[in-house]
């Protein structure tokens, strides 16, 4: 998607102004993010120099106004021209994180309280009516002539920045409220007071600019934003949804808005459903993208699109950042980890989304990098949550879950929505085996973001270890909703039900986990070509075992028989046709079946080797030929079984039986 | 600053594991195990088995940098490994493995490999299928000094906090960077980035540039710059235990440079340890300073209240008092002091309540009017009393400090009232072999200063001198500067004695510059160099100098003044006033003294020199008869208490007075009998007033005999002998006035015996002396 000089151009031009404007409303995360893609567009090199000796006579655009932007629409203009000053005195508050100084620059304290006083005298009125469109219609003509000279004529600018200020303060007083990470006393049900106040402020405003067509006249986009931002506190999603689109329609460049959609979409369906409503330009692009690797989705598509950005910003850390990982997501950590490298080295002082690189570094036991890491981020910034979550894992994978737990804990109080510090200290108090402190922070992990796989997975695990397999089926089949292509969801999902009897729906989660796991390493085969994954498309020989069990468990012998079998030919690889027959022999393994030529090919050493699995099953391969009287395969298994050197005893015992029976048997013919 | 783990202690921890592997030859083994414990073990122990320290090891740097580990392991060859290589090699490729901050923590779980396992851990290990160790392996003991530092070093890596850790790493990387250089040289495989494995690994990715960026990032920008991190507080603990230890052991103040030194590396760490304003406040105790050692006092308490409550309340007290005692605030002194002894008893800490009551007994001993209103409690009963209780007490509770510093003071209680030498003599030897028995280097300065005391007032000064010249050289080292200074003095003052002014005063000005920045040291010393110019100034008739000496010397003996001192300086100014002939000021003074005294009962010794000077004086105004019961009275008491000196004193005050009486024959034979005897006290003022008696003695006996007679001129060539004699003894006393009374005695005689021209040689040699005194006054 290579762009025009002009769109280039433009392009720099929005987010210039997008800086500028996010910076001025204190929005310092957005401006961040605009800042960092607008630098990581290439300079057009040889047009660009003599243009550039042309402009210095007259500047087109001119350069950005730092501190202030004009205002476009004339009526607003001039209320900022009138209220400049104040607003520069509730800016250099804002900076100086006095919030509550700053809101009262423009909303004195009494403006405020009258507002929550006439519109709490509405109070049950409010309550009849259902919260959403209709609400505003139904008290517009009583409550807007009363209204209307209690609300200050100020430009948006300035309401913005003063409710916003006072959602800050909000959000302070409710962090400090709060009591110590996973204390006695933290419910984490702390609320941010000024909620009400803000919403009410807000509704009145709209209403007044609202017209008899529903039309909110003269709005730019950040008050519905920050409208948004407020419902969604409530947990009032669908109508903070649709604020938060009619934000985007107005001012596509504010990105603080476009991740406030992002976290109210939990999973792919709705993202779906959201995207036709969706302005359509490059942000709505981006947003895209991030949403999806939120929903872990990892298809070619997206990865395609990803490509296409990175063309247009080619050393945007935000984008490496998704391209590594996308990688993380379809599991291919050593590309991850080169990805992350790579980011690392172009910005070494940047700590964002360092946290998956350490989980990434955790997975591969990659120790002394983590260590680096680990280091950095230290030297960095040691109070950001990012580096507490990198030095925990760190510790966590030095066993020293105690001062792992330490860190994480840290990293929440820094910032108690860290999701993946919530995730990551579960885990911990699972090593720890504190499994009530595990469930209690896996669930404020889900309750903080309803996405997390490994937290549902965690849940599940941690009731599986209580022995509550109907609590951990549920949360399993939440991870495996999340991750539909992940095979050791649905393992989790069949061991739990096997356990709770119900083998035939145990069977079928099983087989979709061996189906999920070839379908996932055929992907990754296919989009990436490496041959890095040792397991080529090798079933798990612990799974096979199971689903034969299973069926013992049903007398169903024949089916048994066959996984045993299959468990014992993973030994040799997927290369072996035995294999290959018996898996024609279970049902909807087809797609099994088309790709183990394609890793047979390359797999000669693939196979598994002799682990416990393979070794119980061959075991009870030779038992059932005992059984059924075929004693020279009995014989084989058993003399094999000694060879192997795992339960040779047994074996033994086993091989002196056969002899028996067959020297009686010879003797009878 | 971290709590104990420095990067030399890993470099320790990497030795041991080399002499773990069986590295370490066999013939190396001494130097380095050595080595190593003179690092780990306190520096008590080590002080006592200083005899086995080589020098070596004895200077190496406080902090340990590479060259102390370059220096000891070069000079070994490995044991395994290829030939040629040194254990230096071997320890630089330990060193450098640890190559990233992973590694570290790795070395640091692998610490617990070289400890022997216990029965139980090796059961368990059995269980798991994990082999014994191999015998090769030499296992460290869990409770030997090196198992305790694995140990030790172990806990404390486990408790650093991330940042710690990593402070420790980086410290630890700037540490080694300049053997960089030599393992380089040696193996030449270390590249740019070596140490940090994750760079390394990273170059190929990132390039250099960024690859140097990342370290920029990650280490800072001065790898090669000095290291901050290297101390930790243990170390500092450890060097202000030692301070502190010198401090009271010498009475020193810390020296400049070290005191700098100290303060950076103090500015460095958060956390100050408190006995630094402990070390603060003897430094300024030392200094004269008294609110600032005593704001240190109370700072120091304050920090140490919370890990050692109230149980060490009474040294708390016991320390403020001996500090009020210091700056003169008695009172407070003694209630603080009995609050101590109160405390004390109540806590039962038996060894501070005898040490507070040893204290009592001296502090009353030399300001008794203070002890005097708070008698009423009746401590320690009556002086003997007390001292026996503190003996017993002493012997009960082993402390030997204590026992034997009671016998001395029983010892100088004895002397001072003047009884039995023997008993005086029984105790000394006691305390000697007590002190001998215990090895007791402190309290060799107040043993010896008691025998130097006693032969010199036996008389046998020249014994004395030498007491104080052993000490100097033999003990000096191990005790307190006070003492050191004290016998310099001594000497001095026998110098003086001799008329050896220069010599004194080079002895007193070659003292330790640095002890004497200590303000008490420093004023006794600065008082006692103005006592010796001020004899100085007195026998050369010098009256001017010496009454601006005197007036300097007098102002400053008020209470908090040192008796010895004191008394020393009464003696001079009355010494002067009679030099000014202002006999009813000197006469004054002596009575002032004498009744100070009799109330006080001061030393024996010094009344009779009082008894004596009162004497002389009378013989001065002219009325030498009046004197003759004061004179009797000082020989009868000198004689009971053996004051050997001060009898020969009294005795030719006796003669004098003989004299004067015109008994000139029985003067005659006293000062004949007496003057060999006192010519070994070595004392030439005394002798030339002896010589001068005699001589005056023989006069009269010529002027009895008839003129012309075989008498009167054998009696006249006599007096000429002990003219010259006593000539003698002046002029090395550089006594004016002596000599010149000497010369003209001599020029009468010659007169007399009729020879004019000697006469008139004698008297011009009189004029010649006058004049030279008045050119050295002008």
């Known amino acids: ?669 | 600053m971290t709590r104990f783990l420095t990067p030399s202690k890993i470099g320790l921890l990497a030795l041991i594991e080399l002499y773990t592997e069986a590295a370490v030859p066999t013939t190396s083994t001494i130097p380095i195990l050595s080595f190593v414990l003179n690092q780990l073990l306190p520096s008590t122990i080590k002080s006592q088995s200083r005899s086995s320290n080589s020098s070596s090891l004895e200077s190496l740097p406080f902090l340990l940098d590479l060259h102390a580990f370059e220096t000891l392991l070069a000079a070994h060859p490995s044991a395994a490994g290829l030939p040629g290589r040194t254990l230096w090699d071997k320890f630089l490729q330990k060193l450098w493995g640890i190559d990233s901050l992973n590694a570290l923590h790795e070395f640091f779980a692998n610490r617990a490999f070289l400890l022997a396992k216990s029965p139980e851990e090796i059961k368990k290990d059995g269980e798991m299928g994990i082999p014994p160790p191999s015998q090769d392996m030499i296992l460290l003991s869990r409770t030997s000094p090196f198992g305790g530092f694995i140990r030790r070093a172990k806990v404390e890596f486990d408790r650093l906090r991330f940042s710690d850790a990593l402070a420790l790493w980086i410290a630890f990387a700037k540490w080694r960077q300049e053997s960089k250089v030599y393992c380089i040289r040696r193996n030449g495989a270390l590249g740019r980035w070596a140490g940090d494995r994750a760079l390394e690994d990273g170059e190929l990715e990132w390039g250099p540039e960024a690859t140097e960026m990342l370290e920029l990032v990650a280490y800072g920008n001065d790898l090669d710059g000095i290291d901050s991190g290297a101390v930790s507080t243990d170390d500092v603990e450890k060097l202000l235990e030692f301070q502190v230890e010198q401090m009271q052991k010498f009475g020193n103040r810390i020296p400049y440079e070290i005191r700098d030194k100290f303060k950076g590396i103090l500015e460095g760490g958060v956390t100050v340890p408190s006995l630094s304003h402990y070390q603060n406040f003897l430094d300024a105790w030392r200094a004269g300073d008294y609110p600032t050692s005593f704001d240190n006092l109370h700072r120091y308490f304050d920090y140490t209240m919370q890990n050692r409550d109230r149980l060490f309340y009474q040294y708390a007290l016991m320390n403020l008092a001996v500090l009020q005692a210091d700056f003169g605030c008695f009172e407070e002194a003694v209630a603080a002091m009995l609050e101590t002894v109160s405390t004390a008893r109540e806590n039962k800490d038996m060894a501070c309540l005898n040490f507070a009551l040893n204290w009592l007994y001296h502090f009353g001993k030399a300001h008794p009017k203070f002890i005097r209103g708070s008698e009423s409690t009746n401590m320690l009963g009556v002086e003997r009393e007390g001292l026996v209780f503190l003996r017993t007490k002493a012997k009960e509770t082993g402390m030997w400090t204590l026992w034997s510093s009671s016998l001395l003071s029983e010892a100088k209680l004895g002397m001072s009232s003047g009884e039995s030498i023997a008993t005086a003599f029984e105790n000394m030897v006691k305390s000697s072999q007590l002190i001998v028995e215990k090895n007791m280097k402190s309290m060799m300065g107040p043993q010896m200063a008691m025998s130097s005391s006693l032969w010199g007032r036996l008389g046998v000064s020249h014994l004395s001198k030498e007491y104080c010249e052993i000490f100097l050289s033999c003990h000096a080292r191990y005790a307190l500067f006070d003492d050191t200074l004290r016998f310099s003095c001594r000497i001095a003052q026998f110098l003086a004695e001799k008329g050896h002014y220069d010599e004194a005063m080079k002895r007193l000005e070659s003292m330790d510059e640095n002890s004497l920045r200590s303000w008490k040291a420093n004023q006794y010393w600065l008082k006692y160099r103005g006592i010796l110019r001020l004899k100085r100034d007195l026998h050369q008739n010098n009256l001017d100098g010496a009454d601006q000496l005197l007036s300097q010397l007098l102002q400053s003996s008020g209470v908090d003044a040192d008796p010895d001192l004191g008394f020393e300086i009464s003696i001079l100014h009355i010494d002067y006033l009679i030099r000014r002939t202002d006999f009813s000021r000197a006469l004054a003074k002596i009575e002032n003294l004498a009744s100070a005294m009799k109330e006080e009962g001061d030393d024996i010794a010094l009344r009779v020199k009082l008894l004596v000077l009162k004497a002389g004086l009378q013989d001065k105004s002219g009325r030498p008869q009046k004197g003759f019961s004061v004179a009797v009275r000082a020989a009868s008491i000198a004689w009971r208490a053996r004051l050997i000196p001060l009898l020969w004193a009294a005795m030719g005050a006796i003669a004098n007075i003989l004299n004067s009486l015109s008994e000139f024959q029985a003067a005659a034979q006293i000062l004949v009998a007496i003057i060999p005897r006192a010519l070994e006290c070595e004392t030439f003022s005394m002798n030339a007033h002896l010589y001068s008696y005699l001589v005056d003695a023989h006069m009269g006996l010529a002027g009895k005999a008839d003129a012309g007679s075989l008498k009167r001129k054998e009696n006249l060539t006599r007096c000429l002998e002990f003219i010259d004699r006593a000539f003698d003894e002046y002029s090395a006393l550089e006594d004016i006035k002596g000599q010149c009374e000497m010369m003209a005695k001599k020029a009468t005689i010659m007169k007399v015996v009729g020879e004019p021209v000697l006469a008139n040689d004698y008297a011009s040699k009189y004029l010649d002396l006058k004049k030279e005194a008045a050119l050295a006054q002008a």
């Not at chain 1, 100086?96 to 009258?114: I, W, Y």
């Not at chain 1, 109508?239 to 009619?246: N, P, Q, S």
């Not at chain 1, 024609?584 to 693939?606: C, K, N």
């Open chain 1, 1 to 669: 998607m290579p762009l025009t000089e002009q769109d280039t151009a433009q392009l720099r031009a929005a987010l210039q102004e997008a800086v500028v404007k996010c910076s001025e409303r204190c929005l310092y995360q957005s401006a961040k993010w605009a800042a960092e893609l607008l630098t990581s567009i290439p300079p057009t090199d040889e047009a660009s120099e003599p243009e550039d000796s042309q402009m210095t006579e007259i500047p087109p655009s001119g350069l950005p106004p730092i501190v202030v932007t004009g205002n476009l629409d004339p009526e607003e203009a001039q209320l900022e021209a009138k209220e400049i000053n104040q607003y520069l005195l509730a800016k250099s508050f804002f900076d100086c994180r006095e919030f509550d100084r700053c809101a009262a620059v423009f909303l004195p304290d009494t403006v405020l309280s009258g507002i929550l006083s006439s519109t709490s005298t509405r109070g049950p009125e409010n309550a009849t009516t259902p919260k959403g469109k209709g609400k505003a219609r139904v008290s517009s003509g009583r409550s807007a002539s009363k209204l209307a000279p209690i609300l200050p004529k100020l430009s948006q600018k300035s309401i913005f920045l003063a409710l916003y200020a006072k959602y800050m303060s909000g959000e302070k007083k409710k962090d400090e409220d709060s009591e110590m990470v996973m204390g006695p006393h933290d419910g984490g049900n702390t609320t941010n007071k000024q909620l009400v106040t803000i919403s009410r402020f807000l509704e009145n405003w709209f209403q007044e600019h609202t017209t008899e067509a529903g039309e909110v006249v003269g709005s730019q986009g950040w008050l519905e934003y920050l409208y948004g931002m407020v419902l969604t506190k409530d947990k009032n999603e669908e109508e903070a949804m649709r604020w938060l689109i009619r934000s985007v329609h107005l001012y596509p460049w504010n990105w603080g808005c476009w991740l406030e959609m992002t976290s109210l979409i939990g999973r792919v369906e709705d993202l779906n459903r959201i995207s036709p409503h969706l302005p359509q330009n490059i942000v709505s692009f981006f947003f895209h993208l991030h949403t999806s690797l939120e929903l872990y989705q990892s298809t070619p598509n997206l990865s395609n699109s990803l490509d296409q950005l990175l063309s247009i910003f080619p050393t945007s850390p935000f984008l490496l950042t998704c391209l590594a990982l996308l990688a993380y997501h379809i599991k291919d950590f050593l590309a991850a980890d080169a990805h992350f490298s790579n980011l690392l080295a172009l910005h070494p002082h940047r700590l964002d989304s360092l946290d998956h690189y350490s989980n990434i570094l955790y997975v591969m036991n990659l120790r002394p990098k983590l260590s680096f890491l680990a280091h950095l981020c230290s030297t960095v910034d040691k109070f950001r949550p990012e580096s507490c979550v990198v030095i925990g894992n760190y510790y966590s994978l030095l066993s020293s879950h105690e001062k792992a737990v330490q860190y994480f804990r840290r990293a929440l109080t820094l910032d108690r929505s860290c999701l993946s510090a919530w995730t990551l200290m579960g885990h911990e108090y699972v090593e720890l085996k504190n499994t009530h402190a595990a469930i209690e922070s896996y669930r404020r992990a889900v309750d903080v973001n309803r996405r997390d796989y490994r937290a549902w997975y965690g849940l599940g695990q941690t009731y599986e270890v209580l022995e509550m397999h109907a609590y951990a089926l549920w949360y399993y089949k939440r991870a495996a909703g999340l991750r539909p292509w992940d095979g050791k969801m649905w393992m989790a999902v069949g061991s739990c039900l096997q356990k709770m009897g119900r083998h035939i729906e145990g069977i079928k989660a099983l087989k979709r986990a061996l189906l999920a796991d070839s379908y996932y390493d055929a992907g990754v085969g296919s989009s990436f070509g490496s041959g890095g994954r040792d397991k080529g498309g090798a079933m798990d020989p612990e799974v096979l075992l199971q689903i034969a069990g299973m069926y013992e468990r049903m007398e169903d012998m024949g089916e048994a028989k066959a996984y045993m079998e299959m468990c014992v030919a993973q030994e040799e690889g997927a290369a072996d046709m035995e294999a290959s027959v018996i898996n024609i022999h279970a049902d909807s393994q087809s797609s099994d079946d088309e790709s183990r030529p394609t890793g047979g090919g390359t797999s000669g050493d693939t196979g598994t080797g002799v682990t416990a699995a393979t070794s119980k099953a061959r075991m009870w391969l030779a038992k059932f030929a005992m059984r059924m009287g075929d004693y020279t395969r009995a014989m084989q298994l058993a003399t094999e079984l000694c060879q192997d050197g795992v339960e040779v005893e047994e074996a033994k015992a086993l091989v002196r039986e056969v002899r028996v029976r067959l020297e009686i048997g010879g003797g009878d013919v």
